[in-house]
């Protein structure tokens, strides 16, 4: 098996490293997600673009020069005059807000981001540096986080973990709100539940569980909470 995977790093082709590291450069800058570069290029499906992204799927060269051709301006080095003129007078619109789902009832996992296009925008004082919006699914931060209410993030690029703090996080094939706690070892958190009244028998409906730091590709302060309103 583990010869199976190195074979497969070695065949992935020179236009598609290049894809990956320009895709990375780009995305939040020249696009918000993979639903909106899958229509620039023509693919069927954004998932398309998650295959080459996280699956080293290798990629069409006529779709990597549609890429560099659309973007040219965003490139580092590459700012003509106009683009400059456009981004001073840009008015700030507020951060992309993400309208995913739950994958399984009862379960507080999400659909990837990357496939996700941007519903709206949030804008109100205080969130000018984060990232972007979520809602929240669930009942296990309660009353912390109260489900249905969105949440403005800040994605934390050192993976830095101040202890105690309310962080979305995405490890292995899981997504969830979590306040982080410090584990036993230097290399281990504390995923820890607000909501610690619900039980099923004797135990915790959601108990606290240990998280591997090496193990978390995505790791996002909550800055801001913008709750629903009851009529």
Request: net charge negative; aromatic share 12%.
């Amino acid at each position: 098996m583990e010869e199976a995977k190195i074979n497969k790093i070695k065949n992935i082709r020179p236009e598609t490293l290049e894809f990956i590291i320009l895709y990375n450069q780009l995305r939040g800058k020249a696009f918000n997600g993979n639903a909106e570069l899958a229509e620039i290029l023509g693919f069927n499906s954004p998932s398309s673009i998650t295959e080459i992204i996280k699956s080293r799927q290798n990629i069409d060269p006529e779709k990597l020069r549609i890429f560099k051709e659309y973007f040219k301006d965003f490139f580092e080095g590459h700012k003509p005059a106009v683009v400059e003129k456009k981004a001073e007078a840009k008015i700030f619109e507020g951060i992309p807000m993400y309208e995913v789902t739950a994958t399984a009832s009862g379960v507080e996992v999400y659909n990837d981001l990357n496939d996700a296009a941007p519903v709206g925008y949030m804008n109100f004082p205080g969130i000018e540096e984060c990232d972007f919006a979520l809602p929240v699914w669930g009942h296990s931060m309660y009353p912390y986080l109260e489900n249905g209410c969105w949440v403005a993030l800040k994605i934390i690029h050192d993976k830095k973990i101040l202890p105690g703090e309310v962080y979305y996080i995405e490890w292995g094939d899981y997504r969830m709100y979590k306040r982080l706690l410090i584990g036993d070892s230097d290399d281990e958190v504390i995923a820890h539940s607000d909501n610690t009244t619900e039980m099923i028998g004797n135990r915790l409906k959601y108990a606290p569980f240990v998280i591997k730091k090496s193990e978390i590709k995505k790791l996002c302060l909550v800055k801001d909470i913008h709750k629903k309103h009851n009529h």
